[in-house]
């Protein structure tokens, strides 16, 4: 592990991604740290990533954890939550890592759409500009809105908006006006 102490979620993520990888799982961070990368740096106790695995394979990669020495606590979210289900990873300093799945909405053609970044001393995988601006919409939280804001504020110039607003189409009409709005 490579956490000495709290407030070092990054340093769990950087953990919780190798067994991700070795597990074959695909991933992109979300979050705040996606927030950092596409708009303006943002501090959490925490680190976010949605993850292309079914509930019932959640509970394998819980033991996974488990065996490595994590604490684990697994989540499923009731038919009105928009995440399916959440694995939150925590150390022995209660660093915390959350892996969600099943996103209500979210173009399972995201993982494709990844952006390699780098991060401390290795490479992660963001999620990509568009469905980070048309999730944290969805999300619709005063925090989740200023992020979008800043993301399509910073990232102008990168950002592709056909695919944009196709994105933001899946998560629903309400999405889909709302980002019309920040543009």
């Given amino acids: ?19 991700l990888k070795k597990e074959k799982v695909d991933y992109a961070i979300v979050g705040a740290l ?3 990368f596409y708009g303006i740096v943002r501090g959490s106790l925490d680190a976010d990533a949605v993850i292309s695995l079914a509930f019932p394979s959640l509970r394998g990669l819980e033991k996974t ?13 009731d038919p009105d939550d928009p995440i399916g289900a959440l694995l939150a990873i925590t150390d022995k300093h209660r660093n915390r890592v959350d ?11 995201a993982f494709s759409r990844t952006v390699e970044a780098p991060f401390l001393d290795k490479r992660i ?19 989740d809105l200023e992020d979008a804001k800043n993301a399509l504020a910073v990232s102008e110039k990168s950002i ?4 944009l607003e196709k994105v933001a189409r899946r ?3 309400s999405t889909l006006k709302v980002l019309k709005t920040l543009l």
């Avoid at 592709?160 to 695919?163: K, P, Y």
């Fill in 1 to 19: 592990m490579r956490t000495t102490g709290p407030g070092q979620s990054p340093h769990l993520l950087l953990d919780v991604l190798e067994i």
């Fill in 34 to 36: 996606a927030a950092s």
């Fill in 65 to 77: 954890f488990k065996k490595a020495g994590f604490t684990t606590d697994l989540r499923r979210g």
């Fill in 99 to 109: 892996l969600l799945t099943g996103i209500r909405g979210m173009d399972p053609t």
């Fill in 125 to 143: 995988r963001m999620i990509g500009v568009e469905d980070f601006i048309a999730m944290k919409i969805y999300a619709g939280s005063p925090k």
């Fill in 160 to 163: 592709d908006h056909t695919l």
């Fill in 171 to 173: 998560f629903g009409v």
